[in-house]
C-alpha cells in the first residue's frame, strides 16, 4: 500500500513537473483551437459541426490533456464572407488567444485568414477550403492545405473524364475564388489532354435557381458540364439538370467537387454513376470504418466527409507537434509539423512540403447503383487509386514563393 | 419675451450638445484603455460616421435613402484597389475612395431628388440594386472573394497604421471632424433651411428657397461621407467586399439611425454602437443575430418611435424645462 502511494506521489511530482514543463512555452497556458466553419449554410453539411467534433475527437485521442496540457476548442461561423471571416480570424487572434485556426470551407474566407495568420504569426489548417492557390502564389510559412485542393480533383476526376471520351466542355463555375481556381485548374487538364472547353458561365455562391446557367450549358452542345462548385450548389445544379432531362438528352454532368453529404443529400437514384475525386472514403479499413461508427454517433449519424477526416489528422499531426516543442508558437508549430512525417488512422502515412501541401494518395470513385448499396453511407466504389507522388501538384509548378 | 426664452433653450441645447461631444470624444479616446477591444472600436466607428452621414439625409433633410450601401461600398472598393493596386498611400486612397462616392452622390442625387417620400426610396434603391450587380461582375472587385489584402501602409509616410492603435487614433480623428463637420451644417444656415424643407416643403419655396438646390446638396453631403466611412473601412479591415454594397447594408444604417434616434445628433452614434456591438459579441448565436436585430427594431418602433437618444432627450426636456 506504502508503496503503491509512494508511487502515486512520484507519479503526481512527475506530472506537476511535466505540466510546468510544459505550460512554459505555451501561450496563457492553453492550446485554443479555432474551428472557422460554415456553420448554417451550403457548406454545413460537409463541414460545420462536424468539423468540430472532429477536433474534439483529435484531442481526445491524442490523450495530450492527460499529460498535462489544456486544450480548448472554440468554433464560429463565418457565414462564407470574407468580411465574416476575417473579423473573427482577427478578434480570436487578438483577444480569445486562440493559436490555430482549422478547417474553413469556402476559399475566398480561408485566403484572408491565410493572409491574417502570417501577420499575426499564428497557424492555419486548411482542412475545407479548395483552391490550390493556398499552397501557390498564396503560400505561407504559417498555413498547411490538408485535405485536397482543386488541381488534385481537376487531375483525378477531370483527368479520368477526358481518357474516356468526355473531350467536350461547358463550365458551370461557382463566383469567387474556389471556383475560379478549380475551372483555372480542370480547363489546363482538359486542354492538355486534347479536349475544347466550349463555354463557360458563372453563378454568385449559393444560388437557388440554376435554370438560365443549365440553359447555356445546354445550349453549348458540349459532351460534359463541369460542376465548379461545391456543397449545396452541386447538389442544386445537379437535382435542377435532371429535371431539365439534361443528362438524357445525351449530356453528361462532372461534379468536380463532390461530398459524402453531397451524395446522401441527393440520393442514389440521382447520384448514381458519378465519378468525383476523394482523399478519405469512411469505408475503407477497420480504422476509418471505427471512425465513422464514432463520428457519426456525435453528428447526428451524418458519416465523415474528407473535410472531417482531414480535421482529424490535420489536428492529431498539430498536437503532436505542439508536445514536441514544448510550444504553441505558430511559426515553430507549422515547421515543426513540415519536417516531421504524419502517421494518423485515417490517412496513414504522409508528408508535408515545404510550400504548405499535405500528401497523401487521392482515389477515383464511382457512386454507386441503387442496387449495389447495402444501406445509408455505402455510396462509393474505388475505381482507381491515385499514388500519393502523383495526387498533387508538382513542388515547381506551385509558384510559392517560399520554394526556391 | 418669447425670443429671449427660446433664444436661451437654444443655447441652452447647444451647450448641453457641446459638452455631450466633449465628452464623447474623451470616452472614445481612452476606450482602447479600458478593456474594449480597438478594432471592434474602429468597426463601430466606421459605422458611426455612416450612420451620421445617413441621418444627415434622413433626420434633417427628411428624405430616406434606401440605398445607402452603393456609397459606402463604392468608397470601399475604390479606396482598396487605390491602395492596393495604384499603390497610394492611406490618405490618398481614402480622399479618392471619398470622391469617386462624391461623384456617384451628384449622379444619383440629381436623379433621385426629383421624387418624394416613398418614390425617392425606390429610386435610390433600384440604382444601388444596380450597383451591386456591377460590382459583382466587374472583374477589379474579385466578386464573392472582395478585394483582399489590402495594404494599410503609412500616414503622411511618417505613421505606420500596421499597429492597431495608431490605427484606431486615426480612424477617431477623422471620425471626429467628419462629426463636427455634420454638426457645423445642422447648425449653419443651410441647415435651417433644410430643415425647413423638411417640415413643409411648399413653405420653404414660397418663403423663395430653391428646395431642389438644397435637397441636392444634401444628399451629395451625405454621401460624400458615407463614403469616407466606407473608405476608412476598407483600409481598417484591409478589405473590400459584397457585403458593403449589398442592400442589407442599406436596410442596416436605416436601423442603426431609427434605433439611435432620428435627428439627433449622437442617435445614430448609440445606434451604431448597438448593433455592431450585437452583431460583434453576440456572433456565437450565428443567424440568430439577424433574428435579434429584428426583434430590437420591432421593439423600437413600437415603444420607442423616437429612439434611445430622443426618447431620452425628450425626458430631459420634460423634466428639466
Not at chain 2, 113 to 125: C, D, K
Not at chain 2, 215 to 239: N, P
Request: some cysteine.
Amino acid at each position: 500500500m506504502k508503496r503503491v502511494r509512494g508511487s502515486l506521489i512520484a507519479v503526481a511530482i512527475a506530472g506537476a513537473f511535466a505540466a510546468g514543463a510544459a505550460q512554459a512555452q505555451i501561450s496563457d497556458n492553453v492550446v485554443k483551437i479555432g474551428v472557422l466553419s460554415d456553420m448554417s449554410s451550403l457548406y454545413t453539411d460537409l463541414a460545420g459541426a462536424g468539423s468540430v467534433a472532429a477536433a474534439r475527437m483529435a484531442v481526445e485521442d491524442s490523450g495530450i490533456e492527460k499529460r498535462g496540457y489544456k486544450v480548448e476548442i472554440v468554433s464560429a461561423d463565418h457565414q462564407n464572407k470574407p468580411d465574416v471571416g476575417s473579423a473573427i480570424a482577427r478578434q480570436w487572434y487578438d483577444t480569445d488567444k486562440v493559436d490555430v485556426i482549422v478547417d474553413v470551407p469556402n476559399s475566398g474566407v480561408a485566403l484572408a485568414v491565410n493572409q491574417i495568420t502570417r501577420d499575426k504569426g499564428k497557424a492555419f489548417l486548411v482542412s475545407g477550403a479548395a483552391s490550390s492557390d493556398l499552397t501557390g502564389k498564396a503560400c505561407s510559412p504559417n498555413t498547411i492545405h490538408w485535405t485536397y485542393d482543386t488541381w488534385m480533383l481537376a487531375n483525378g476526376t477531370g483527368g479520368a473524364i477526358v481518357k474516356t471520351g468526355g473531350d467536350t466542355w461547358f463550365f458551370l463555375t461557382a463566383d469567387y475564388a474556389f471556383g475560379h481556381a478549380l475551372e483555372r485548374d480542370t480547363e489546363a487538364v482538359v486542354l492538355k489532354s486534347g479536349g475544347k472547353v466550349l463555354g463557360k458561365v458563372r453563378h454568385p455562391l449559393n444560388t437557388q435557381d440554376f435554370s438560365s446557367f443549365l440553359l447555356q450549358a445546354q445550349a453549348s452542345k458540349a459532351k460534359i458540364i463541369g460542376l465548379a462548385n461545391a456543397g449545396g450548389d452541386t447538389t442544386n445544379s445537379i437535382k435542377q439538370a435532371a429535371e431539365f432531362g439534361i443528362v438524357k438528352g445525351g449530356q453528361n454532368l462532372a461534379g468536380l467537387l463532390v461530398f459524402l453529404t453531397d451524395v446522401h443529400a441527393l440520393g442514389l437514384p440521382t447520384a448514381q454513376g458519378l465519378i468525383l475525386t476523394n482523399t478519405f472514403y469512411w469505408d475503407q479499413n477497420d480504422q476509418s470504418r471505427a471512425f465513422a461508427k464514432r463520428f457519426a454517433e456525435r453528428d447526428k449519424g451524418i458519416h465523415p466527409t474528407m473535410l472531417h477526416a482531414g480535421v482529424y489528422s490535420a489536428v492529431t499531426h498539430y498536437l503532436k507537434a505542439v508536445e514536441a516543442l514544448k510550444s504553441d508558437d505558430g511559426t515553430k508549430v507549422i515547421a515543426k509539423m513540415k519536417e516531421t512525417p504524419t502517421d494518423d488512422p485515417l490517412f496513414g502515412k504522409g508528408t508535408i512540403r515545404a510550400d504548405g501541401r499535405k500528401i497523401h494518395p487521392a482515389y477515383l470513385v464511382e457512386v454507386k447503383k441503387p442496387a449495389e448499396s447495402k444501406g445509408p453511407w455505402d455510396y462509393y466504389k474505388v475505381r482507381a487509386t491515385i499514388p500519393a507522388d502523383q495526387a498533387f501538384r508538382p513542388l515547381k509548378d506551385g509558384e510559392c514563393p517560399l520554394v526556391k | 419675451m418669447a425670443i429671449s426664452d427660446t433664444a436661451a433653450i437654444a443655447t441652452r441645447a447647444s451647450n448641453t450638445a457641446r459638452a455631450g461631444i466633449v465628452l464623447m470624444l474623451a470616452a472614445l479616446a481612452i476606450a482602447p484603455f479600458v478593456g474594449l477591444y480597438p478594432v471592434f472600436l474602429m468597426k463601430a466607428l466606421c459605422f458611426a460616421l455612416f450612420a451620421c452621414a445617413f441621418n444627415l439625409l434622413l433626420g434633417f433633410g427628411g428624405l430616406l435613402s434606401f440605398g445607402h450601401a452603393m456609397f459606402l461600398g463604392t468608397a470601399g472598393y475604390v479606396s482598396a484597389h487605390a491602395a492596393k493596386v495604384w499603390g497610394l498611400p492611406f490618405e490618398l486612397a481614402v480622399l479618392s475612395g471619398t470622391a469617386a462616392a462624391a461623384a456617384l452622390g451628384t449622379l444619383v442625387g440629381a436623379l433621385a431628388i426629383r421624387r418624394q417620400g416613398i418614390y425617392f426610396a425606390m429610386i435610390t434603391l433600384a440604382i444601388a440594386q444596380m450597383m451591386f450587380f456591377f460590382y459583382l461582375q466587374t472583374p477589379f472587385t474579385h466578386g464573392e472573394d472582395g478585394i483582399q489584402s489590402v495594404p494599410r501602409g503609412r500616414l503622411f509616410g511618417v505613421f505606420d497604421l500596421s499597429s492597431t492603435l495608431t490605427m484606431y487614433y486615426v480612424v477617431l480623428i477623422i471620425f471626429a471632424l467628419a462629426f463636427l463637420l455634420i454638426y457645423r451644417v445642422i447648425h449653419s444656415p443651410f441647415g435651417q433651411v433644410l430643415k425647413a424643407i423638411r417640415e413643409n416643403e411648399p413653405r420653404a419655396i414660397s418663403l423663395g428657397y430653391d428646395a431642389d438646390r438644397y435637397k441636392l446638396l444634401a444628399f451629395i453631403l451625405s454621401a460624400t461621407l458615407a463614403g469616407l466611412a466606407g473608405a476608412t473601412k476598407s483600409i481598417v479591415f484591409q478589405l473590400a467586399s459584397l457585403t458593403d454594397v449589398h442592400w442589407t447594408m442599406s436596410g442596416e444604417v436605416v436601423l442603426m439611425t431609427l434605433l439611435g434616434g432620428m435627428g439627433t445628433i449622437f442617435g445614430p452614434v448609440v445606434g451604431a454602437f448597438i448593433i455592431i456591438g450585437i452583431e460583434s459579441y453576440l456572433s456565437d448565436f450565428g443567424e440568430w443575430v439577424t433574428v435579434i436585430t429584428g426583434v430590437i427594431f420591432v421593439v423600437c418602433v413600437l415603444a420607442f418611435r423616437r429612439g434611445i437618444v430622443g426618447e431620452l432627450s425628450a425626458w430631459w426636456s420634460k423634466h428639466a424645462g
